[in-house]
């Protein structure tokens, strides 16, 4: 029954996650905020609303562990499995993708992470830090993408691609997706939180490895989707840019804000494993980031099974 609750949770936080980003873009273009801004500010920190429910309801029951368990286990599935299976499908045409100023900002924010882990417990002072740092990523991105835009004269806001926009959307639906989205968010994260901790004490294992697994492959779910969308339609800068984006917001966002609801202490199993898997993860990007080189099928596959192995590992 717990594993049902779970899955139950799980469904309502990803519907609700995505009408609430519907109608809060909706609503800002409508209020004439500029698509770009929605785009990159409204949009990404929506998208990262059930992460961010489920890293503070973990705090508040008293399930820490829960919260650091599901940032690394999202973040290592980000790497190995959200690209993974893509790529395994059909390929990462990544050879033209320049996304290495992103990349070196998410293995800063990593690098961060590992310093702020070793001094555990995580407080709200370590918590001001990273969300120092997630406002100030944020703010870089506006601005490169705004120079961007103004270099770029012929790129008009009605042509940027904003997700969930739709300029006909009447009042009455933007309103209904708000409410939807903001009851149902909590509902989710509760319900997920509640089963995810009932199901570690039944089988005696610890919230940790929950969050390292069931949690945080659940909610890399709506990144998995859009990836493959992605690679689907040979738009491997945005499958790449989509997972290093998410990361970060992880570790500076997510993090960050649930360390204003209590002390997050990291347990010496992930200070000794998981958080080292989750670093090598985010360096195997280097060649595909920096170096410019497709992910191919064999890549992929590779990644999948190095995610898979990881999964055994944890559980065992």
């Known amino acids: 029954m717990d594993f049902l609750i779970s899955i139950l949770g799980l469904i309502i936080l990803l519907l609700a996650g995505d009408v609430l980003v519907r109608g809060a873009v909706n609503a800002s273009l409508r209020l004439g905020v500029p698509a770009l801004i929605v785009s990159l500010t409204i949009v990404s920190i929506g998208t990262s609303t059930p992460e961010l429910l489920i890293a503070v309801g973990s705090v508040v029951n008293g399930v820490p562990g829960l919260a650091v368990g599901n940032?690394?286990?999202?973040?290592?599935?980000n790497v190995l499995l959200v690209l993974g299976l893509p790529a395994m499908m059909v390929g990462l045409n990544t050879k033209n993708c320049d996304t290495r100023q992103s990349y070196w900002q998410m293995l800063a924010a990593t690098a961060l992470f590992v310093v702020i882990a070793f001094l555990t417990p995580i407080t709200w002072l370590h918590g001001l830090v990273l969300l120092g740092g997630f406002v100030a990523f944020i703010g870089h991105a506006v601005y490169r993408a705004r120079s961007h835009q103004l270099a770029s004269p012929q790129l008009k806001n009605t042509e940027l691609e904003v997700e969930g926009a739709?300029?006909?959307?009447?009042?009455?639906?933007?309103?209904?997706?708000?409410i939807l989205g903001l009851a149902g968010l909590?509902?989710?994260?509760?319900?997920?939180?509640?089963?995810?901790?009932?199901?570690?004490?039944?089988?005696?294992?610890?919230?940790?490895?929950?969050?390292?697994?069931?949690v945080a492959v659940g909610t890399s779910l709506p990144e998995l989707a859009?990836?493959?969308?992605?690679?689907l339609r040979r738009q491997a800068d945005v499958a790449l840019g989509n997972v290093i984006g998410s990361n970060i917001a992880n570790i500076l966002g997510i993090l960050g804000m649930a360390a204003f609801f209590g002390n997050i202490p990291v347990s010496q199993s992930v200070l000794q494993f998981d958080l080292w898997v989750m670093v090598a993860a985010s360096l195997v990007l280097i060649p595909f980031a920096v170096g410019r080189r497709n992910i191919t099928r064999a890549w992929g596959a590779g990644f999948t099974a190095l995610y898979a192995i990881y999964v055994v590992c944890v559980l065992t």
């Open 71 to 77: 940032v690394i286990g999202s973040n290592t599935a």
């Open 186 to 214: 909590p509902l989710g994260a509760d319900l997920l939180v509640n089963s995810a901790t009932e199901i570690a004490r039944h089988f005696e294992i610890s919230e940790t490895v929950i969050g390292l697994t069931l």
């Open 226 to 231: 859009t990836t493959v969308a992605a690679a």
């Open 166 to 178: 739709d300029p006909k959307m009447s009042w009455w639906r933007i309103s209904l997706y708000l």
